[in-house]
């Protein structure tokens, strides 16, 4: 039996992922958990990094890629909802602005090229994606928590292996551009004995080294259990279960701690008794005992499948009252939250 996901505990982390397979519920529920932190009077910010949005749907308000406040969220309740393409362009403006002082004249129109080329190179958008999402976790001090609402597991995971990959990329241009700037000095000493080198170099490391710096801290902050956590969202069928063990062991082998799985989509026990949800049931009902068997070690909190709304202010104070029940019901036993069900009505 899997021990139950303690919601006051997971809301006192800074950085929480939510990630699971594709239409699990991964949304609704970044979006409920946001919803419970910011009714605590938690300054949250909810970011999707999901290319195909829909924060906007479920919020009912336009949120888009700068950002707004959720007009029902008390002052506490922010969204962002990062878009790929704009995180391209604003990367690649910011790589023109830095490049072109130390392009002679003749040499732009390579630039360009070379700009052109990396907008339409394979892993552009991801890695764009993951420097908003870096320069996002650097200014997590602005809020006392921020909610990541991720694409389904896969791309996420690849996601948050490349800190480590792109800081050992970022590594070797440093120590390419630091050899070129010795190479250069050293012929600068014999072409003109005791003139100054142009400082170029540095100029040009310097963006380098931050942003080698930004990546390392992030990946640091992702790693550390009292700063974040990875919560995953599944429904009670063989392709989520699989696709959730494999996330979980990569995660834990990556050293990012993993808090716990909402198991969504429940059917009650009543489905028994009706003829055509009976297999339907007795399928879930199997899931739910590999879940124990297989993950054990990983908390959980089942939540039903239900025929209401799950949109907007109402719906999702209503969901986040079922969240919160569900995970009470489980540990009143065990310790004794700070009622975090106060204010969500
Ligand atoms: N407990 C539930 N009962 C009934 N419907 C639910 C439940 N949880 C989520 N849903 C519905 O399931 C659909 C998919 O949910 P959601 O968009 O949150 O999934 P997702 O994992 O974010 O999907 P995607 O991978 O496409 O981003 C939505 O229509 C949502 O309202
Ligand atoms: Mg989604």
């Given at each position: 039996?899997?021990?139950?996901?303690?919601?006051?505990?997971?809301?006192?982390?800074?950085?929480?992922?939510?990630?699971?397979?594709?239409?699990?519920?991964?949304?609704?529920?970044?979006?409920?958990?946001?919803?419970?932190?910011?009714?605590?009077?938690?300054?949250?910010?909810?970011?999707?990094?999901?290319?195909?949005?829909?924060?906007?749907?479920?919020?009912?308000?336009?949120?888009?890629?700068?950002?707004?406040?959720?007009?029902?969220?008390?002052?506490?309740?922010?969204?962002?909802?990062i878009s790929p393409?704009?995180?391209?362009?604003?990367?690649?403006?910011?790589?023109?602005?830095?490049?072109?002082?130390?392009?002679?004249?003749?040499?732009?129109?390579?630039?360009?090229?070379?700009?052109?080329?990396?907008?339409?190179?394979?892993?552009?958008?991801?890695?764009?994606?993951?420097?908003?999402?870096?320069?996002?976790?650097?200014?997590?001090?602005?809020?006392?928590?921020?909610?990541?609402?991720?694409?389904?597991?896969?791309?996420?995971?690849?996601?948050?292996?490349?800190?480590?990959?792109?800081?050992?990329?970022?590594?070797?241009?440093?120590?390419?551009?630091?050899?070129?700037?010795?190479?250069?000095?050293?012929?600068?000493?014999?072409?003109?004995?005791?003139?100054?080198?142009?400082?170029?170099?540095?100029?040009?490391?310097?963006?380098?080294?931050?942003?080698?710096?930004?990546?390392?801290?992030?990946?640091?902050?992702?790693?550390?259990?009292?700063?974040?956590?990875?919560?995953?969202?599944?429904?009670?069928?063989?392709?989520?279960?699989?696709?959730?063990?494999?996330?979980?062991?990569?995660?834990?082998?990556?050293?990012?701690?993993?808090?716990?799985?909402?198991?969504?989509?429940?059917?009650?026990?009543?489905?028994?008794?009706?003829?055509?949800?009976?297999?339907?049931?007795?399928?879930?009902?199997?899931?739910?005992?590999?879940?124990?068997?297989?993950?054990?070690?990983?908390?959980?909190?089942?939540?039903?499948?239900?025929?209401?709304?799950?949109?907007?202010?109402?719906?999702?104070?209503?969901?986040?009252?079922?969240?919160?029940a569900a995970t009470?019901?489980d540990v009143t036993?065990?310790?004794?939250?700070?009622?975090?069900?106060?204010?969500?009505?």
């Amino acid at each position: 039996m899997n021990r139950s996901l303690d919601i006051a505990q997971l809301m006192a982390r800074r950085l929480i992922m939510v990630g699971g397979k594709g239409g699990v519920g991964k949304s609704t529920m970044a979006a409920t958990l946001a919803t419970i932190a910011a009714a605590h009077g938690r300054k949250t910010l909810l970011v999707s990094t999901d290319p195909a949005h829909n924060l906007s749907d479920l919020f009912g308000c336009e949120i888009g890629s700068n950002g707004c406040a959720i007009p029902w969220g008390g002052g506490n309740l922010q969204a962002l909802e990062i878009s790929p393409q704009h995180a391209l362009d604003t990367y690649l403006e910011s790589v023109r602005q830095q490049m072109l002082p130390h392009v002679a004249v003749h040499l732009r129109g390579q630039l360009e090229k070379q700009l052109h080329l990396t907008r339409h190179a394979p892993g552009s958008e991801e890695a764009a994606l993951l420097d908003a999402l870096t320069r996002v976790i650097e200014n997590r001090e602005e809020y006392d928590l921020i909610i990541f609402d991720t694409a389904p597991t896969g791309h996420t995971l690849r996601l948050l292996n490349l800190p480590s990959v792109m800081s050992r990329w970022t590594e070797g241009l440093i120590a390419q551009k630091e050899r070129a700037g010795r190479f250069r000095d050293l012929l600068g000493k014999f072409a003109s004995a005791g003139e100054e080198s142009d400082g170029g170099a540095s100029a040009q490391l310097a963006p380098l080294i931050a942003r080698r710096a930004r990546f390392q801290q992030a990946a640091q902050a992702l790693q550390d259990p009292q700063i974040s956590a990875f919560l995953f969202v599944m429904t009670p069928e063989a392709l989520p279960l699989s696709e959730t063990r494999r996330a979980v062991m990569a995660l834990e082998s990556s050293g990012i701690p993993v808090a716990g799985i909402i198991l969504n989509r429940l059917l009650p026990p009543e489905a028994e008794a009706v003829t055509f949800l009976r297999g339907a049931w007795a399928c879930q009902q199997q899931i739910l005992q590999r879940v124990a068997d297989e993950l054990a070690q990983v908390p959980c909190v089942s939540l039903p499948m239900t025929g209401n709304t799950l949109q907007g202010r109402e719906g999702l104070a209503w969901l986040a009252a079922q969240l919160v029940a569900a995970t009470e019901a489980d540990v009143t036993k065990q310790k004794q939250p700070d009622s975090v069900t106060a204010g969500l009505s």
